[in-house]
């Protein structure tokens, strides 16, 4: 069983940064690929950032150029560094893990960033 343990995530003002970790535990390949999704009150999860295994990432347009995501293989870790923060960006973060050849998904509880203005 995998699991999935968030941390970072805080109140910041506006303009100010944070960074996010998630680290896998259990049966966790580096073939999987890790990300990052949020969801604030009253709207869709959906997705921040991913990288692939192979270090291949994808932003969210809201959040190109101010937030990277990496990943350690060796520690099954998965990273967000977050800046320029905005109100907007206020969210729950969940990791999440996906096995493309089983298609099982994994999802961390979330970690609330809240920004404020």
């Known amino acids: 069983q995998v699991q999935l343990v968030e941390s970072g995530g805080g109140l910041v003002q506006a303009g100010g940064s944070l960074r996010l970790s998630c680290a896998a535990s259990?049966?966790?390949?580096?073939?999987?690929?890790m990300g990052w999704y949020r969801q604030a009150p009253g709207k869709q999860r959906e997705l921040v950032a991913d990288?692939?295994?192979?270090?291949?990432?994808n932003y969210a347009d809201s959040v190109k150029g101010r937030f990277t995501i990496s990943r350690d293989n060796a520690k099954n870790t998965v990273y967000l560094e977050m800046n320029s923060l905005k109100p907007e960006d206020t969210a729950n973060y969940y990791c999440?893990?996906?096995?493309?050849?089983?298609?099982?998904?994994?999802w961390g509880k979330g970690t609330l960033v809240t920004v404020s203005s």
């Open positions: 999440r893990l996906f096995y493309p050849t089983s298609r099982a998904t994994y």
């Open positions: 259990g049966s966790v390949f580096s073939f999987v690929l």
């Open positions: 990288i692939t295994v192979g270090g291949s990432t």
